[in-house]
T-cell receptor
Framework: DAGVIQSPRHEVTEMGQEVTLRCKPI?????LFWYRQTMMRGLELLIY????????DSGMPEDRFSAKMPNASFSTLKIQPSEPRDSAVYFC?????????FGPGTRLTVL | TQLLEQSPQFLSIQEGENLTVYCNSS?????LQWYRQEPGEGPVLLVT???GGEVKKLKRLTFQFGDARKDSSLHITAAQPGDTGLYLC?????????????WGLGTSLAVNP
């Protein structure tokens, strides 16, 4: 298995632009998590899905953030409009029996 | 808000030294996981501890879960440069599958040759 796949690996954009991050979970895993990691706050859970259904989105910062999981093999995290404070590394993880497997992350820089 | 506190935050040692890092909370966890994260990569699961007092060994790494399941420690014997990375602990507050985890901020370890 290729593991969790995320794209793009790096994204540089300007304030106000829309950003879409993509994730392909490990086949057979039925939970998917989106995290944001910064030096100051560490790893923060944004949202997680179970069987493609959003279960807990209490970590989503504000309405500018949205996430979808249209099927078991694909999820997106969208930021619109982006702001400089959104700069961070965004991780997707998929889970089986409670054990989480992380993708390589997307490093987002908003200028 | 339940928190996991990890200490020390930063640790720089020489190759061959021993070290222990800690993960503490006032909450009781059904299980606790340790991850290692290398620069530019996502965290990688090292071990899960479930039973109070449990000890697990992974080569030179020894993981212990506290008797009350509120804390955990990771001991590394004869550290090597390849052990360098960010060590994260994450606790599961609920039994069952696919629950969200409570994460510590991590211990950043540098092992110098």
């Amino acid at each position: 298995d290729a593991g969790v796949i995320q794209s793009p690996r790096h994204e540089v954009t300007e304030m106000g632009q829309e950003v879409t991050l993509r994730c392909k979970p490990i086949s057979g895993h039925n939970s998917l998590f989106w995290y944001r990691q910064t030096m100051m706050r560490g790893l923060e859970l944004l949202i997680y899905f179970n069987n493609n259904v959003p279960i807990d989105d209490s970590g989503m910062p504000e309405d500018r953030f949205s996430a979808k999981m249209p099927n078991a093999s694909f999820s997106t995290l969208k930021i619109q409009p982006s702001e400089p404070r959104d700069s961070a590394v965004y991780f997707c993880a998929s889970s089986f029996i409670g054990l989480q497997y992380f993708g390589p992350g997307t490093r987002l820089t908003v200028l | 808000t339940q928190l996991l506190e990890q200490s020390p935050q930063f640790l720089s040692i020489q190759e061959g030294e021993n070290l222990t890092v800690y993960c503490n909370s006032s909450s009781v966890f059904s299980s606790l996981q340790w991850y290692r994260q290398e620069p530019g990569e996502g965290p990688v699961l090292l071990v899960t501890v479930v039973t109070g007092g449990e000890v697990k060994k992974l080569k030179r790494l020894t993981f212990q879960f506290g008797d009350a399941r509120k804390d955990s420690s990771l001991h590394i014997t004869a550290a090597q440069p390849g052990d360098t990375g960010l060590y994260l602990c994450a606790g599961d507050l609920n039994a069952g599958n696919n629950r969200k985890l409570i994460w510590g901020l991590g211990t950043s370890l540098a092992v110098n040759p």
